[in-house]
């Protein structure tokens, strides 16, 4: 089977390829059987949390202090938005991928409206969509987003790339915040880490893009710099590529800056999963920095030894909290 491309996990950004077995095996369990096998949201919350274990180690560890209750609603997000990103990457040509969302769309906005759903994924999302508030538009937007990707190749300005980064990020940086729980203007803040984060992935999967014939960088801002598509296409990387990515990634940075203080505005509870998510980002942002813009032939990532050290860091503080109440008791 054809794959139309590798997809990047909803909630925690790692890049998920089509022919990886433990992703591939979530899909024809979630495609091939939809059926759960025990009749209960028990067994259906506990089928989203194998998910999460199987589709992404870091998110998984990141989740494993929260509590049980916020818990299951981040596996139930992670398991919609992991699902509904691959109807769309697991498609064999882009028609089916678009018909295969438009039926899930509809399916989606049946539930919402309080139909019966049927779909093991549908009815976990669905009951944290209830318990924890999540507005009806950041679903249907995010399912959105993944169908307009499927046909748009090229995104002329910068207005119509951060579109992109809000409906198929920044949307589930929403649906994050609501699960976690947040006070005052916490919203605004967290959607423009979901921009960073987007952002972020599309200077460093530049390369990779292309190869699947995607050009995420803004057209005119290219030609602003004297920088053309034929010259990424032949994967030059001259002093207008540098000065042009210079400016992307002061761009990102500057979303970053703007979303960090909503993160203290974020319940404690839940806090830190969303603070190793931004401190990551971030990171992989110097990476690509530091490799001189070299993302034609090599992917500037954060090495998984500093990934684990930046999810401990961030772990620290729940860990304690819940040591100390133990002792407590």
Known sequence: MRQLNSTRCGCCGERLRADDPPHRDIILK????????????????????????????????????????????????????????????????????????????????????????????????????????????????????????????????????????????????????????????????????????????????????LAHGRIYLPLEEMESFGYSEADLEQHVRNEAFRNMMRFEAGRARGYYQNAEPGLQLLDQRGRFAMKTAFDIYRKTLRHIEASDFDVFHRRPAVPAVERAWITARSMAGPITRSLWRAMSA
């Not at 759960?36 to 560890?61: C, I």
């Not at 509590?67 to 139930?76: E, Q």
């Not at 969509?129 to 995010?142: G, T, Y």
């Open 30 to 209: 979630t495609l091939i059987d939809m059926r759960p096998k025990l009749n209960s949201l028990d067994a259906l919350y506990t089928q989203a949390a194998e998910a999460v274990r199987t589709g992404s180690q870091a998110f998984s560890l990141a989740t494993r202090c929260f509590p049980v209750d916020l818990r299951r609603a981040a596996h139930a997000v992670y398991w919609f938005c992991y699902y509904t990103r691959r109807l769309a990457s697991q498609a064999e040509t882009r028609e089916q991928g678009r018909a295969d969302l438009d039926r899930w769309a509809s399916m989606v906005a049946a539930g919402l409206r309080g139909e019966l759903a049927r779909h093991p994924v549908l009815d976990v999302f669905l009951d944290t969509v209830d318990h924890r508030a999540i507005p009806h538009d950041l679903p249907m937007e995010m399912i959105e987003g993944v169908r307009t990707d499927l046909d748009r190749m090229r995104y002329a300005s910068f207005s119509q790339l951060r579109t992109h980064c809000h409906q198929v990020t920044g949307t589930v940086s929403l649906m994050m915040t609501h699960v976690v729980g947040f006070r005052g203007p916490a919203l605004e803040y967290m959607a423009d880490l979901g921009v960073a984060i987007e952002l972020t992935a599309v200077l460093r999967d530049v390369g990779e893009q």
